[in-house]
């Protein structure tokens, strides 16, 4: 059984029976996807030829054929088929690996966040902007992002502790420095477009800073000029921080501008500059923004909102980048 990728013009083989979203990473097809669960729409293709099994949250198993808009990672094979994706704009694909660590870092940056850091047994390949699943335990695995490069062999991550969570609990209690974590990656495909030379804008909303940091950094090491703005969208002026880190990146990198947006705030100005939602200050900023990039980080309510205002504004859909961070409960 084979299926057809357009427009890429490749061929793959598959097992009747497999995830679509599956099958396409396991060939290195440059697919967009993150939450893996049907929810946020980011791997969203259409069928061409052939027919697929459809089941989603919320919704029974279907056939869609020809002409129908799929889910890929809702997908299932049943025959050969032709499945067109968005067209890829700079593709890179690392070969995903399982590496072990070690932390060597345990850091409270915030009220609910730790930031933890790992220095890598072997050294683990992956663009800025992406994230790896860290198991600290057999049944304790969760996906973060990246807040670094990978030029050296030590990761950062930055992890909200969920109440009642098992592996952020664990992290927040347990977790100690020398524990082994094994680290599988890398994944996501909201990375930094290296050859892009306009102007980018990057929305972190929590700890969707980890991920724009690393983009941030990431421009810095590939000796990009572009001009960057960053917005960084917090609810109060308790959940702000890394604000010592921007100001260095600043200083490194002066096309850097940043906006620390604060919801709500007894401390206007203190420690933010500035209150209100974030996608809202991006609106009154900024008129026309066509041929931008942008990288969007956070809760999949504010990458909804910040995709409807960029591509209002003039970007591409195909231009903004995403992961939504979707709370597992865990």
């Known amino acids: 059984m084979e299926v057809a990728v357009l427009p890429l013009q490749r061929t793959i083989a598959a097992e009747p029976g497999a995830n679509l979203l599956d099958t396409l990473r396991e060939h290195g097809i440059p697919v967009s996807y993150s939450c893996m669960a049907g929810r946020c729409g980011t791997c969203r293709c259409k069928v061409v030829g052939g027919k697929v099994i459809e089941a989603g949250p919320e919704q029974a ?17 049943v025959e050969s088929c032709a499945i067109e994706i968005p067209e890829p704009d700079e593709i890179v694909v ?18 609910d966040i730790v930031r933890l850091r790992l220095a890598l047994a072997k050294p683990l390949q992956f663009s800025p902007g992406q994230y790896a699943t860290l198991q600290f335990a057999p049944d304790l695995s969760r ?27 664990y992290v927040a209690s347990t977790l100690k420095l020398g524990d082994t974590v094994r680290v599988s990656g890398p ?50 002026s308790a959940d702000v921080y890394g604000t010592e880190w921007l100001d260095a990146l600043k200083a490194e990198y002066p096309p850097l501008r940043s906006h620390i947006v604060v919801a709500s705030s007894s401390e206007p100005a203190a420690k933010s500059g500035r209150a209100g939602v974030v996608t809202h200050a991006i609106d009154e ?41 979707y709370p597992s409960g865990v």
């Not at 198993?61 to 094979?77: E, I, K």
């Not at 026309?288 to 591509?311: F, I």
């Open 94 to 111: 690392h070969p995903a690996r399982i590496v072990k660590s070690t932390v060597v870092g345990l850091e409270r940056v915030t009220h």
């Open 187 to 236: 994944m996501g495909t909201a990375y930094l477009r290296r050859k892009h030379e306009g102007s980018m804008i990057c929305i972190a909303g929590g700890t969707g800073l980890a991920p724009v940091l690393s983009i941030v950094r990431g421009a810095i090491a590939a000796g990009m000029t572009n001009p960057i703005h960053l917005y960084f969208g917090v609810r109060s």
């Open 61 to 77: 198993r279907a056939p869609m054929g020809a002409g129908d808009s799929v889910l890929a990672c809702q997908a299932t094979l």
């Open 285 to 325: 900023d900024w008129k026309e923004m066509s041929g931008w990039r942008a990288y969007v980080a956070g809760s999949p309510l504010m990458v909804d909102a910040a995709t409807l205002v960029l591509a209002r504004k003039g970007i591409a859909r195909e231009h903004i980048y995403a992961d939504a961070f």
């Open 143 to 169: 996906p973060y992002s990246m807040a670094c490069t990978d030029a050296a062999n030590e990761l950062e991550f930055h992890i909200r502790v969920v109440p009642d969570g098992r592996v952020t609990s």
